[in-house]
């Protein structure tokens, strides 16, 4: 029983870390942000934070690793045989991700490590692609399926960051719709029919 309060006061704890944290990168870089100023807005004793990081650098590589093994996780649930019938549920379930951990990402995306935190998405979702689910289509060369594929996951990424950022209206759903249609289909010009 012990332990079980032991884990929840640990949760608990994080969690105002990370709500602090995500405060602070709201309003400067993460070069700017002190474990003083950090713990202070968390409520959270300085030997506390200690205990669970090393620096402020650490904590948000840590939430970051989180993130993308959650990430992998959500990947790992479609096989390429489960994405014959459709790239919707793969992608709402991508929109739904960045939804429930909007506050990191966003807050990521503001930061000077934004570019960092977009390559590293980019490219798990480039190698996943490229190593399972490239059987789905037909290209006629492997250069060729290299540059779709490039082409395809980066729409998305952007597709996501612009989504995120701009806190867009458009529900995961239909985010979704929007993404499966456009790999798809592409964009269709004006007075083809």
Same mark, same amino acid.
């Not at 709201?26 to 713990?39: A, F, P, Q, S, Y």
């Given at each position: ?105 966003? $807050? ?7 570019? +960092? *935190?977009?390559?590293?998405?980019? #490219?798990?979702?480039? %190698? &996943? ?11 006629? $060369? ?7 594929? +490039? *082409?395809?996951?980066?729409?998305? #990424?952007?597709?996501? %960051? &612009? ?31």
């Amino acid at each position: 029983m012990e332990r079980k309060e032991d884990d929840r006061r640990v949760r608990k704890t994080k969690a105002r870390l990370r709500e602090a944290l995500v405060e602070l990168l709201r309003e400067k870089r993460v070069e700017e942000i002190t474990v003083t100023g950090l713990t202070r807005r968390a409520d959270v004793n300085r030997g506390t934070f200690y205990c669970h990081y090393r620096d402020v650098h650490q904590m948000v590589e840590q939430l970051e690793e989180e993130l993308f093994e959650e990430f992998e996780g959500l990947l790992d649930a479609y096989p390429a045989s489960q994405l014959r019938c459709g790239l919707r549920p793969i992608l709402q379930d991508m929109f739904d991700f960045v939804i429930r951990n909007a506050d990191i990402i966003i $807050s990521t995306l503001g930061s000077a490590g934004e570019k +960092a *935190f977009l390559s590293k998405l980019t #490219v798990l979702v480039q %190698e &996943r692609v490229v190593r399972e689910w490239s059987a789905l289509y037909r290209f006629e $060369s492997e250069a060729r399926r290299d540059y779709c594929l +490039a *082409f395809i996951v980066g729409g998305v #990424v952007s597709l996501i %960051e &612009r989504w995120a950022a701009g806190r867009g209206t458009e529900s995961a759903g239909e985010m979704a719709a929007l993404a499966e249609e456009m790999i798809l289909r592409g964009i269709e010009p004006l007075g083809r029919r």
